[in-house]
């Protein structure tokens, strides 16, 4: 420790620049980190020229640590550290000293600071801050194809010896890579490692301080590299030959089978691309399942097992993507040979034409042959055909087929002007299995005939005015025909010859298929006739013509001076130029009084009928009394006897029980014989409501599932009918009627049932034998 009486100041930390003179000397101490030893470290020792020994100066140190790690003698000025220290936490502790009078505090020399700088030992061993490294590499890279780097970092200090230098080695995973020492780069050590027989590698990287010598702190990470796939794999079918097997029946666009190219590559550089380079007569196509890379074979044609039994396909498969550094590995695709076996089944019946047009008139008879369809049965078999027509198409029923021929013929007459084209489906059904049914359609166009007149073009509505001059046209009428004409139509109007010559109106035909009506005179009048019929002739140009009379109205119309039609029809009622409007003032109020009087008379009779209606409600039969008490159920027998509804002619017995049924039937007996009941119309009107009211309650009393024995039952009588008896014919057949029926055969074929049931010529006998 010096103690000359020179200042070592630092520029930048250390540097000396000048010299002070001063009373004591300090410097920068250095300590070891990771002190172990049980005393206190010694750091170093301040010591100032004032202190003579005499014990008048103390020492104070203050700063960073002043009192929990550094501690100073106050007497000697020795520094020592009390606990142990980490370069990596701190690396140096800046200190102030001083030296002050013991007794009074006073400095005796300034305050002056002084670095205490903690010295590096390799205590730290490289750590790998990434942790675990993922890479990748294509499979047959070059040789030395870069990898991936890794870097590891030393707390310890760079700038002091060779704690803080690494060096990289690989402890596992030769000899397929290799790590450069200083930099961590890792290389491939092989070329074309491939991907097929091992994609990945674990790699175990140290670094290592001290420049790896003996001694020197290491860290190790693992490293994973996966090879990724490249195209240098050819696709190559697992067998050359294929065989399958498909029944004709197949419809056109199904899946016939599945051919698969195996490749050892994976994703895009196992695609394929399958193609059809030998297909005979091209019935298949080949697509690729994106899914599965498998060839899918496609039926294009329908399949015909009496024409030809098995195909011969051959396919070839190509990589989609083809890398051109591995061109020269070879050819990247492969063929195979697929054959095809069509089975038999049993097929339903073709027809020979899928779709037959014919033509017939429409004025065909009923059994004219149209026309005739033909189908077969495609198989060996060579069974017989049955036709007919599915009544879907023909719902009524206009055609026949033969079912054995398969003529097709007319069963109901035609009409064009209802349906001009009939479309058909005609069944062709194999008679040895009949559940293999053939479909073939017909269009059968019906011709037409000139069978229907013309007529007006629309429901026409001519108006006339008064005013109207000679030889006006009033309208101009057209005609339509719902027949056909090759020709077109060309229509001839013309007035009937009970009509030419009469003197209102004329016909003039414009020979375009339109009329015109011309007045022959004026000074028409509503008042004389408001309307007028016109019959017009219209006759067409077929073959034969037709011709049809139509009535053309024309209305009389008041019309202003343009020939606008007012007001048509009858004439309105003119009240008499002498009338006032006072006068018509009277009238209106003389009618206005009389219904006043109307309305009051009517309610006063109202009033005077409410009194009738009120009596007749009263009636006890269409009243409803309430009581507020409740019942006693079916044990109570004393509230209402029901034996005074029964009968009121005999007196009720307080002790006989109402809750069950009595030991008499009824206190009237029963009539034991229907003989000896009495006819309804012969009794009494008492009697017979006595002996309705005696059936029903026999039935009652005797019936399990009757209401409870107190309760009310209402039953409605209609009687038994009038002294007259039944007014009714049907019965007069077994009565001795005197009443003569036979003018019915005079009015005609209506009546002709009527007059063979009530006609009296082939007398009683007869007619009672009819009926039976």
């Not at 310890?156 to 990289?168: I, K, L």
């Not at 890792?186 to 097929?196: C, H, K, S, V």
């Not at 020979?352 to 004025?363: A, F, H, K, W």
């Amino acid at each position: 420790m010096p103690h000359r009486s020179c200042a070592l100041l630092p520029s930048g930390p250390w540097e000396m620049l000048r010299r002070h003179k001063r009373s004591w000397v300090w410097n920068q101490f250095f300590v070891l980190e990771e002190y172990t030893g049980e005393e206190p470290l010694y750091v170093g020792k301040l010591h100032s020229d004032v202190d003579k020994g005499d014990g008048k100066v103390k020492y104070v140190l203050s700063g960073e640590g002043s009192t929990s790690i550094f501690t100073i003698d106050e007497n000697t000025g020795d520094i020592h550290a009390t606990k142990r220290l980490d370069r990596e936490e701190q690396a140096y502790y800046t200190l102030q000293a001083q030296a002050v009078d013991r007794i009074t505090n006073i400095p005796v020399e300034p305050r002056s600071e002084f670095l205490v700088k903690v010295q590096d030992i390799n205590d730290n061993e490289p750590k790998f801050m990434d942790g675990h490294y993922m890479a990748e590499v294509p499979e047959m890279s070059e040789l030395g194809t870069m990898v991936v780097q890794v870097a590891a970092t030393d707390a310890d200090d760079p700038t002091y010896g060779n704690s803080a230098r690494v060096v990289y080695s690989i402890i596992s995973g030769q000899p397929y890579f290799s790590v450069e020492p200083k930099t961590g780069i890792i290389r491939t050590a092989l070329p074309n490692m491939d991907r097929e027989v091992k994609d990945q590698y674990v790699l175990v990287i140290q670094a290592k301080d001290m420049v790896g010598q003996m001694g020197g702190l290491s860290g190790t990470t693992s490293v994973t590299i996966t090879l990724t796939d490249v195209n240098d794999n050819p696709p190559h079918f697992s067998r050359k030959n294929y065989q399958y097997t498909v029944l004709e029946s197949l419809p056109v666009a199904s899946v016939v089978a599945r051919v698969k190219a195996v490749d050892a590559d994976i994703g895009p550089n196992a695609e394929m691309e399958y193609r059809i380079i030998e297909d005979g007569p091209g019935l298949f196509k080949i697509t690729t399942d994106e899914d599965t890379q498998e060839g899918v074979i496609i039926l294009q044609k329908p399949l015909d097992f009496e024409t030809k039994n098995s195909f011969n396909v051959r396919i070839e498969a190509t990589n989609r993507n083809i890398e051109p550094a591995f061109v020269h590995l070879g050819s990247f695709s492969d063929t195979t040979s697929v054959k095809v076996t069509v089975k038999d089944v049993n097929e339903s019946p073709v027809f020979s034409t899928q779709l037959s047009r014919m033509v017939i008139s429409e004025d065909a008879r009923v059994g004219t042959s149209i026309g005739r369809v033909s189908a077969h049965d495609p198989d060996t078999s060579n069974s017989a055909i049955r036709y007919s027509i599915d009544r879907n198409t023909d719902l009524e029923r206009i055609f026949n087929v033969d079912a054995l021929s398969g003529v097709i013929s007319i069963a109901k007459p035609l009409d064009r002007e209802v349906n001009s084209v009939h479309n058909l489906t005609i069944l062709a059904m194999e008679s040895q299995d009949p559940t293999k049914i053939g479909k073939g359609f017909v269009a059968i166009t019906v011709l037409d005939i000139n069978d229907n007149a013309p007529v007006f073009a629309i429901a026409y509505e001519t108006l006339l005015c008064e005013n109207a001059a000679p030889g006006q046209v009033i309208q101009t009428i057209s005609a339509v025909d719902k027949d056909e004409s090759p020709s077109g139509h060309l229509f001839y109007f013309a007035l009937p010859a009970s009509v030419v010559s009469n003197s209102n109106f004329t016909l003039r035909d414009n020979k375009d298929n339109t009329a015109s009506i011309v007045t022959k005179r004026g000074g028409f009048r509503r008042q004389e006739q408001m309307l007028y019929r016109l019959p017009v002739l219209i006759v067409d140009n077929g073959s034969p013509a037709l011709s049809s009379t139509n009535t053309l109205s024309v209305n009389v119309c008041d019309c202003d001076s343009d020939g606008v039609a007012q007001s048509c029809g009858a004439m309105p009622y003119t009240l008499p130029a002498g009338l006032s409007t006072g006068a018509l003032v009277a009238i209106l109020g003389c009618i206005i009084t009389l219904l006043v009087m109307v309305l009051m008379i009517m309610s006063m009779r109202q009033r005077k009928k409410e009194p009738l209606i009120l009596e007749e409600e009263r009636d006890v039969r269409e009243n409803t009394v309430l009581y507020d008490d409740e019942g006693g159920g079916e044990e109570d027998t004393e509230a209402f006897d029901m034996v005074a509804l029964r009968n009121l002619n005999v007196i009720r017995d307080p002790k006989v029980r109402r809750d069950v049924i009595p030991d008499t039937h009824t206190f009237f007996p029963y009539p034991t014989s229907s003989s000896s009941q009495p006819v309804h119309n012969t009794l009494p009107d008492n009697v017979v409501f006595q002996k309705f009211i005696w059936d029903h309650l026999k039935d009652a009393d005797v019936e399990p599932s009757a209401p409870p024995y107190d309760s009310l039952q209402t039953y409605t009588f209609e009687g038994s009918g009038s002294v007259a008896e039944s007014l009714s014919s049907l019965e007069s057949l077994s009565t001795d009627s005197e009443q003569n029926y036979d003018y019915l055969s005079t009015w005609g074929p209506r009546f002709k049932k009527l007059a063979d049931l009530y006609g009296n010529s082939d007398g009683n006998s007869n007619g009672n034998s009819m009926l039976s």
